[in-house]
């Protein structure tokens, strides 16, 4: 259980378009989600705090017009990297955390990562 | 504020020796530990946890105690395999606070044959 996806799991864009990167929990829901960064050879850097059904909750020095989060449901949560660039290229990972009340609703479950490379 | 201090790495060793990968924290109040690995080009999977002073976590060898006295979560497993290569975190977070992650730096095990 506590499975969570992510799509694309690479994904390569040309500098200025718009990428968007999809967050599911696959068995349980979660109200709330986690977008994060990692550098290589470094710690995740959290992003954002995404909550479903309200504004998402950035982290300091982080471009809330630029890394538009939207959490519609219950499973689902997206990040969309908008006017990319090159030094946007990184790692990005998300993490789900079960409702309230559902057993392990302490532990963030972490997807796969989705590798964006701009040109 | 609430940090995570891990050892560097990486840790090179021989395959069936015996593990250690140092974690401490500074955080107020009693945070729940954790531990996350990452093998290489994939996301973080949950390894252990503990959410209070002296529980034990364990899982697929891997054990950690949440000693409050030293504010210590130290990895530890009894003989590891070449299959254990990897990027292990140590974390902490709190219900209360959101339940953000904290991460230390991460530590690069490298076993070898």
């Known amino acids: 259980g506590a499975v969570v996806s992510q799509h694309p799991s690479r994904v390569i864009c040309k500098s200025g378009t718009s990428v968007k990167i999809e967050c599911r929990s696959l068995d349980f829901q979660a109200t709330t989600m986690f977008w994060y960064r990692q550098f290589p050879k470094k710690s995740l850097m959290l992003m954002a705090t995404s909550n479903e059904g309200s504004k998402a909750t950035y982290e300091q020095g982080v471009e809330k017009d630029k890394f538009l989060i939207n959490h519609a449901s219950l499973t689902l949560s997206t990040l969309t990297v908008t006017s990319a660039h090159p030094e946007d290229s990184s790692f990005y990972i998300c993490s789900a955390l079960p409702l309230a009340g559902g057993q392990g609703q302490d532990t963030q479950y972490f997807g796969p990562g989705t590798r964006l490379t701009v040109l | 504020g609430n940090s995570v201090t891990q050892m560097e790495g990486p840790v090179t060793l021989s395959e069936e020796a015996f593990l250690t990968i140092n974690c401490t924290y500074t955080?107020?109040?009693?945070?729940?530990l954790f531990w996350y690995v990452q093998y290489p080009g994939e996301g973080l999977q949950l390894l252990l946890k503990a959410t209070k002073a002296d529980d034990k976590g364990s899982n697929k060898g891997f054990e950690a105690t949440y000693r409050k006295e030293t504010t210590s979560f130290h990895l530890e497993k009894g003989s590891v395999q070449v299959s254990d290569s990897a990027v292990y975190f140590c974390a902490l977070s709190f219900t209360g606070g959101g339940n953000k992650l904290t991460f230390g730096t991460g530590t690069q095990l490298k076993v070898e044959l």
């Open positions: 955080a107020t109040g009693y945070p729940s």
